[in-house]
Every structure is written in structure tokens, then in C-alpha cells.
């Protein structure tokens, strides 16, 4: 098919606040030998995405410099090395930029086809938050029946598809939230509880919670001022897993000990940085373990409010609000 020459994208006037984004015209990418070009009909929007525009995380070299993590729409174009999708094939893709535009290529290995039953709002809100919590939760941190885990910020899209992965798999699951209707909605989703954590000490209720055994796993976005408390929640040979610090990575004060005496784990990943190879390497086992479960129709995201792409700017105020519940998604074309 002939492909235009130009698309519209979101791009950034400078760092700083949303209303730095707006839309504007760019040529559209041509795919590498071994990428698809997808069509973009819908992207999610994360919190990586917020920080770039910040200008908080700098982008890998050779990635596109738009914004945005997460596509799902329509192959129109491929490379030569790509055997296992062909034009008009619906698919999503976990990309390494460019995801707030009308066109987006991805790795083949980054790209996977949407669940039976999913529409492109559906099938864009996987591919970072299933990737990351896959591979940090699971493939890191090792959780397995039978075992338990705190998730913090069990609210946001990260926290949503923690709860119900590790339900699926028979774990038992506690969550922190900021409001009385975000530990109802993680409770709904599966968790054994959920923990206001404006309001209560969520190490203490853990250990309430499991009658002072802690937890065998904790998934932290938080950093630094849950430093200690994650450490005092975890049980014997526990395992602490950072995916993000969103209050800070620096603590003062930190008392190694009970790493020792507990044999605790402390480990932690970013997703961008990673490879190829390694990125894809997480596709394979999502397709076999999880992608069975979603087309099922079990385990799926969960989305709170659909912007067009020209309003990313309003999708970031609301991302930075944390008021919502799941994932802000745009909708890029029909």
C-alpha cells in the first residue's frame, strides 16, 4: 500500500508542564529490516512518558524522540526479516519511543497480536504495564503460588495488572492506595486487601495481615520513604523489587541488618534500557503464559478515561493528578 510521507504527532515545546505538548506534523518512519510499521489507532500513556516530557528521561539512543511506549493498531509495512506479521495484521507493540503519532515503528520481537476479543483501546493498554510487571514480578522477583506480595500503588495501570496477574497465578495479593474507592477497586480485582496508605501503616497491617510473617514478595514503585517499611514487611528470603521511584532513591538511615538476617533479595529493573533481544524475550513468555489468559477474557486492563491524541496534554494533567483508577489511553484513529 502507498504510505503518506507525513503524519501528526505530539511533540514537546521544551521540558516542563503538560501544556508543553501539542500536536504538530513530522515525516512518517520507515521500518528498519527487521520492524513492523504500524498504524496507530490507539497508545497508552505512562509515567515514562511524563517524565520525558520533563525532560527527566533521556531517550535511548536511536529511539525516536516522540513521545509514548505503546501502540496497538495495523500493520501497513514491514521489513524484510519480518516473517511472522504481514499487512492488515492487528497487533500491539511495546516500542522504544514515537508511540504519540499517527504511524509508529516497532521491533518485531516488541510486537505482539491483540487478545481475542480486544479493540485497539484494549490491546494499546497492555504492552508496557504486561512487559514490565512480567518481568519484574514473575521473571525478577519470582513470585509463585501459593506465595504473597504487597503491590504498591495498586491503583495505577502498573498496580491493576500486578493484582490480577498474580491472582491468576494463585498468589495472595495486598495492595497500598491512596482512597478509600482505590483499595475497594483493587479489592474488586483481587487482592486479599487493600491498605489506605494515607491513613495506615501498611507494615503493620501486613504484619497484622499475615500474622507477623510478612510477605514473600514486594513490588515498589515508590522508593526512598518505603525503604525501611518494605524491608520490615518482607518475610524469610524475601524479595524487594524497585520498578520505579517516584518519591526519591536516596535513604538516609537505612539499616542493613535484617537483609542479612532475613536473606532478603533486593533487586530492580528499568524496561527502556533493556534489549532488544531481552524485550523480546519477555514478548515470548507473555504470548505463552499470559496471552492465553487474556484471550480468555480474564486479567485485562482495566481503563479509566480515552483522550484524542491532540489532548495529551490534558492525559498528562491527569496522569500527574493520580486520580485515576487503571490506564489514560489516547485514541489516535479509527
Known amino acids: 500500500m502507498s504510505l503518506p510521507q507525513s503524519m501528526n504527532h505530539i511533540a514537546a515545546k521544551g521540558a516542563g508542564v503538560p501544556d508543553v505538548l501539542h500536536l504538530a506534523t513530522g515525516p512518517v518512519p520507515r521500518p528498519q529490516p527487521d520492524e513492523v510499521l504500524i498504524r496507530v489507532q490507539a497508545a497508552g500513556v505512562n509515567r515514562p512518558d511524563v517524565l520525558q516530557r520533563m525532560g527527566l528521561y533521556p531517550v535511548p539512543p536511536g529511539a525516536s524522540q516522540i513521545i509514548g511506549l505503546e501502540v496497538a493498531g495495523e500493520v501497513v509495512a514491514h521489513g524484510p526479516a519480518v516473517t511472522r506479521y504481514k499487512v492488515g495484521d492487528k497487533v500491539c507493540a511495546l516500542t522504544n519511543g514515537g508511540a504519540y503519532a499517527e504511524y509508529c515503528a516497532a521491533s518485531k520481537a516488541q510486537t505482539l497480536p491483540w487478545p481475542a476479543g480486544y479493540d485497539a483501546i484494549r490491546a494499546a493498554a497492555l504492552p508496557e504495564n504486561y512487559f514490565t510487571v512480567w518481568a519484574n514480578l514473575f521473571m525478577t522477583g519470582r513470585l509463585k503460588a501459593g506465595e504473597s506480595v504487597l503491590v504498591h500503588g495498586g491503583s495505577s495501570g502498573i498496580g491493576v495488572t500486578a493484582i490480577q496477574l498474580a491472582t491468576e497465578i494463585g498468589a495472595t495479593v495486598y495492595a497500598t492506595a491512596g482512597s478509600a474507592e482505590k483499595t475497594a477497586a483493587c479489592e474488586r480485582l483481587g487482592a486479599a486487601a487493600g491498605i489506605n496508605y494515607r491513613t495506615t501503616d501498611f507494615a503493620e497491617e501486613i504484619k497484622r495481615l499475615t500474622g507477623g ?20 514487611s518482607l518475610r524469610m528470603d524475601g524479595r524487594l523489587v524497585f520498578i520505579a521511584f517516584l518519591q526519591g532513591a536516596k535513604v538516609e538511615n537505612f539499616d542493613l541488618l535484617p537483609i542479612m538476617l532475613k536473606r532478603l533479595t533486593l533487586t530492580g529493573s528499568t524496561m527502556r534500557p533493556r534489549t532488544t533481544a531481552e524485550k ?15 484471550d480468555a477474557g480474564r486479567a485485562g486492563p482495566v481503563i479509566h478515561s480515552v483522550f484524542p491524541l491532540a489532548e495529551a496534554a490534558a492525559a498528562h494533567a491527569l496522569m500527574e493528578s493520580s486520580a485515576h483508577i487503571g490506564k489514560i489511553m489516547l485514541k489516535v484513529s479509527d
Open 213 to 232: 510473617r510478612g510477605v514473600d514478595v514486594v513490588l515498589d514503585m515508590v522508593g526512598a520513604p518505603y525503604a525501611t517499611r518494605n524491608v520490615r
Open 280 to 294: 523480546g524475550e519477555i514478548a515470548a513468555e507473555l504470548l505463552a503464559k499470559v496471552w492465553p489468559v487474556l
